[in-house]
Nanobody, 125 residues
Framework: QVQLVESGGGAVQAGDSLRLSCATS????????MGWFRQAPGKEREFVARIRGNIEMVLIADAVEGRFAISRDNAKNKLFLQMDSLKAEDTGLYFC??????????????????WGQGTQVTVSS
């Protein structure tokens, strides 16, 4: 059974940092795409960042460019999201997602095959 489990969320002040982790089990995604999405109350799920395949091409959403960084450790089956200079608008439930194939030119949630349950990030100003 494939599982994605996020951790590292919390309640912080604006300007603080958090590091989210996603541990995968049940299969490896080293040749696929892994990503982070977030969802604020009353809003649609929003793309944050993705890292593609074993050449580790990265795409970051404009809203978090320069503040967030995505990385992966394929040997440990883990995905990370380093979040610096957090803002109140970064508040939301953050989800880890995995696609079995490499994704090109698309950031839709429907392109991902597996999802975690999410970890809450709350940033107060």
């Amino acid at each position: 059974q494939v599982q994605l489990v996020e951790s590292g969320g919390g309640a912080v002040q604006a300007g603080d940092s958090l590091r989210l982790s996603c541990a995968t089990s049940g299969r490896t995604f080293s040749s696929g795409t892994m990503g982070w999405f977030r969802q604020a109350p009353g809003k649609e799920r929003e793309f944050v960042a993705r890292i593609r395949g074993n050449i580790e091409m990265v795409l970051i959403a404009d809203a978090v460019e320069g503040r967030f960084a995505i990385s992966r450790d394929n040997a440990k089956n883990k995905l990370f999201l380093q979040m610096d200079s957090l803002k109140a608008e970064d508040t939301g439930l953050y989800f880890c997602a995995a696609a079995l194939k490499n994704l090109y030119g698309t950031n839709r949630p429907s392109d991902y095959d597996y999802w975690g349950q999410g970890t809450q990030v709350t940033v107060s100003s």
